[in-house]
């Protein structure tokens, strides 16, 4: 294999019927592309034999625009690499360090946009993670995770890619890993699935937009806990549904209510075995009475088991899905929280007579997943990685969490109130004297303490003010000082 | 760190208050497990200490059970390595070698599934890539992507992954590979646009579903190309829109005749650069006529650029993006032809006045595309391996193509039309004789030939038969004999 130059070429219209120049035509479609700032200064140009071929005209030309754009300091040679657009061109000749290329002036005429696409709330980027440490949610210790193991299966899966793997199309994703973690659900969550039922997709945000598109129509009623995860909310309302708020305590979301005010619904969306935000776990009783629910009124569940794997003073609590004899749950999984968020791996563990509509759907939506991960996952789990670094991770967030439940008692005594079970990796702390939770969430990050205000996961009228306080990715020996800076902020 | 088994516990429910013994109440947990099927012959059990832990009650009961249950032979001991479920269970014991765990029972009662997933077509099990060779559509050469250079990109940026990159959330991706992205689009398809425009995706696909649900209501008149992509089209049939085709000839889509047909419509999907699947190239006068229609009537304008690449005896085509002066073309592109598909990347360039729209609806689907590839992406263009790699594949395929061209005029004379610009990676033939190109896909598909019939890609009565010849992946000696096998296939 010969050595191919590795510079990007510009696309310069060559009209050999004008009456200007070749030579003339490829030098001002090099100078007006540095001056539009297309080719940006440092770029490597094509070499002028490569760049004649591509062009289609003799080399002489070429040389000839080339020689007459060195000369003028548009283009610098460097001896042995190369010749590039010059890092040291005239201030006055550029019109800005990056000039913005499309036209300044208003984008005019009707520009009709999506009414569906007004139903979600535009990106909060003041919301989302600002950075590791107290409290942020949803963060896992991602300093303790085994990268140089990891980072051992990734170069292997890269290095030498099977065929099969990146070859073969199913919506689903790969069937070795739907067999890994069908054997990972069936034993550790009591999931009833074969690995056909289980769908890859790219985290549980993904999971609940295919569900959505598969079960909702619009103007369906669904059932969501109240307080709930915003997020969900958002999959369901780009639906054109209904949100049904269903109050939730501390046995998790309040059935006979949802019965009372909304019996006919399409679905219901729950965290049963740690609820988002409050944390509590749905007690048996309201398992099998949401269950007869589905099964007498022609509902669906959505189970989404987001961090189920973290309980730490009780025994494991069972999927609801493993209940379910009426294959009425579509069950929702995700490797965010014990892995990375950045991987972007889940799983839906989908009902045999709704899999034909979810591969149809995921087909349509963007085929199937990317197959490294896939392929890294299946290993780290067959050979027991995965296993271990729960277990090492359940005993951290436990130590973790035991710190902070101790600190917050020394801080605020009786005056905080906390919520749910000793599980997961955040804990929901409300103020009997109340407080302004959004108000101080914008100070505290504004002092990098990330706060998340509980206020925002109630879509009624009733609603509490807290945080949600995510002690994941926070070392047990910063937890007290995180936890008097909580105090002198809501005390201050 | 000390080591933490690798096994998954089991979910076993302990009841104190029952009058079952402890170790009873584990023995039976225990068995069902292997008996449903949950836990595998050759599972690694929880050791005793752990899963006394885990259950909170005193090791003797474990004991007790593990001592019963490798009596009975339903455990293994291995040396050195810990407890498994026998690899040797007697045949009787087990009611299947992976017991299906669902009620066998028919789900009863309504199970109402969306309207609008049923408009989409069923996953087409074997219309996908169904190996390597002649002449798979869409695939590149795989056995020449740099893997070893590739994976050294990989490995450093899974070894010591960047804090920021793994942590900081835009539903747009990377900020450094949009530049990346940025950088190569201004230079060598001369699209207007600064890297705020840019939102990573997974593929073309998901390209296509966003922007649907931007901008497109139910309802709403799109135009598609005739004949044209059948996945681009379930996208649009997914938003519940009306599918308006216009005709394809040399010169790309017949505006003109779109604007006789269907004047007023929300939107125009086309492929100018490399018109799927006839492959001709969308004329000047075609593009302006397109893009005054658009301003005029208040329509969007969908450009799919997806091989844009590969051009083989003329210049490069500049994009209808950049011709644009009123910000209505949405431009999309993907890694999936230049490296391989199932990187899963693509990219959107957004007119700034949507951004807002895209974001929103992006962050509601799947949150942020995965960070790893973008990372070693970003490398691997910045440091010049993605433009010769371009460069490199521009002329093997090249080279396939002609030998392609050239077995086909040496094969068939004038009994074929080949269709389209040399460009891409696939050619299209139709012949004047007239064929059954499913039926003959068929049976080419049972020879390990692979042809994808042309006719599915109409939507309209007046349908043309012939295939879609992929040559990307099949090396150019073994092109004639595939030739020949076609010629056998058609004539026989």
Known sequence: ??????????????????????????????????????????????????????????????????????????????????????????????????????????????????????????????????????????????????????????????????????????????????EEICNYLRTARAVKCDPSQIMIVSGSQQALDITARVLLDPGNRVWVEEPGYTLERSVIAAAGCQLCPVPVDSDGMDVAEGIRRYRKARAAFVTPSHQYPLGSTMSASRRLQLLNWAQSSGAWIVEDDYDSEFRYESQPVASLQGLDANARVIYIGTFSKVMFASLRIGYIVVPRDLLDRFMAVRFAMDIFPPYLYQEVLTDFMKIGHFGRHIRRMRQLYGERRAVLVKSLREEFGNAVELHGAAAGMHLTVTFPRGLKDRDLAAKALRERLWLLALSPSYLGEKVREGFILGFGSTPAEQIPRAVARLKALVTG
Request: glycine share 6%; hydrophobic share 40%.
């Open 1 to 178: 294999m010969r050595s191919s130059p590795a510079a990007v070429s510009p696309i310069i219209p060559i009209d050999r019927d004008s009456g200007i120049p070749l030579h003339k035509q490829i030098y001002d479609g090099y100078r007006s592309a540095i001056l539009r700032g297309d080719l940006r200064p440092g770029a490597q140009i094509t070499s002028s034999r490569t760049f004649a071929a591509e062009l289609r005209v003799s080399r002489f030309p070429v040389l000839n625009a080339y020689a007459q754009l060195l000369a003028e300091g548009y283009f610098e040679s460097r001896v042995g690499a190369g010749t590039f657009v010059s890092t040291s061109l005239p201030e006055q000749l550029m019109s800005a360090p990056r000039p913005v290329a499309t036209p300044a002036r208003e984008p005019s005429g009707p520009r009709p946009v999506a009414r569906r696409a007004f139903l979600v709330p535009a990106f909060p980027a003041s919301a989302t993670l600002p950075g590791w440490g107290a409290f942020g949610v949803h963060q896992p210790a991602f300093d303790q995770f085994p990268f140089p193991v990891w980072s051992s299966f990734v170069t292997r899966h890269s290095n030498s890619p099977q065929a099969s793997a990146i070859h073969h199309i199913d919506p689903r994703g790969s069937e070795r890993f739907r």
